[in-house]
Each structure stands twice: as C-alpha cells, then as structure tokens.
C-alpha cells in the first residue's frame, strides 16, 4: 500500500524551535525527516513516532542537492521543506572579526537558499509540487543591535522568500514565519535566568514567549491543503510585537 503520509523536513530540527516544529508535523501524522551537523542529544518523538535524523552541513551547496535527492528517492517525494537552522550569538559589529559575521550571514541567508534550491528540484516534478516554509525573524524587520548580520540574514531571507514564491510558482509555494521572542532551551543565554526570562517575556502583549509548538502549529498551517492559495507571506508570529519604548516614559496613562 502507498504510503500517502506527507514528507516533511525540518532543518536544524534536532532541538529548541526546529524540534518543536518537527514535533508538531509528527503529530499531523507525517514522515519527518531532520538534518543537523550533529544528532539530537535525544529522539524528537511525538506518541512513539519519532523524526528520522541524516546529517547534513546545510552550508554545502552540493551536499544539499544529494540529500534532497536521497530523501526523496528514500521516501518518494518531499513535499515540505522548514528552513529553520540558523542562529547567532551576541556580538557588537565593531567588535566581531569580519570572517564571524560573514559565516552568520552563510548559516542565516545561503544556507536555506542552498536547501531550497535542492528541494525545488524535486518538488518541481511532483504533480503536487511543495511547499517551502522560511523561519525569518522580527530581527530583519528592525534596527538589530548585538546581532547586526544576522538581522541582515533575515531581512534577506524574507525577500528571498517572496522572489521564489514567484518564481517558482505555480508549482511550490513559499512563505515566511516571522519570529519573535521563542523560549527554548538555551534561552537563557539570551535572556538570562528564570527572572529574566519573565521580565522579558512581560513585553510581549499576549505575556508570553512564543513556544516551539506555537511556530511549528503555524508552520504545519502554511505546508497543509488549507494554505493552498499563500504563497509570498510573510505570517508575524509575535505575540503582538513589541510595545513602544516611548509609552513607558510618557505622563498619560495607557
């Protein structure tokens, strides 16, 4: 019997955000498939059914195209791709080497270009083509400080999106899922301890962090039949943004 369950891959899904979201799409019951440089410290399962992990170093342009071709010679097909890996520590521009920015713009901007491309070759000739989902963030939508070329990286990354979902329509759809503030296992090193990530997560209207489940419930969302006619999107997925700095210093009462 074929197998009609969807087949998913979750880059850098091995923990925090990219865990979650894989998690969410093993609850949708389907096929994921996760790549990292390294495996997860433990399986991402969701009811017993777990992500299968292949290795991969998403800043190989060729590696890319032969993991993308062995995953769908290995399952069939791919019909949706997460580019979610990506990441930055804090680092003034001033005070950061050059070849460091330059590798947060490779991790955050070329990497998820080199996946895409590999999987639009194989999505292309499916009859039910794909769907390629980018993980962006509110900081490309600002003034980023401590985490200047990675602002840039997701700024890029978010028109990248919207160019390929022209040019590849009508075949693969392709959206963006702008995050905010996430709480994962390393964000204290953000944020602090405990306190911290309160008093943080107090700044966000809705009062809290977004969860991993919360960007992998919109990323299921835009990969499903029902986001059939959204492509070129960018989804804000804040929790209402940020407050103005300015209403904490005004005289009237908000």
Known sequence: MTDTRQVVVVTGGTRGVGAGIARSFLAEGARVVVCARRPPDE???????????????????????????????DHGRVDALVNNAGGTPFGLLAESAPARQAKIVELNLLAPLYASLAAYEVMRSQESGGSITMIGSVSGTRPSPGSGAYGAAKAGLENLAGTMAVEWAPAVRVNTVVLGLARTESAHLHYGDEDGVERVARTVPLGRLADPSDVGDACVFLASDR????????????????????????????
């Open 43 to 73: 399986p991402v399962e969701v009811a017993g059914e777990s992500a299968e992990f292949r290795p991969l170093d998403l800043r190989d342009a060729s590696a890319a195209h032969g993991f993308f071709a062995e995953v769908a010679a």
């Open 227 to 254: 986001a059939r006619y959204i492509s070129g999107a960018a989804l804000r997925l804040h929790g209402g943004g940020e407050r103005p700095a300015f209403l904490a210093e005004a005289s009237v009462n908000h």
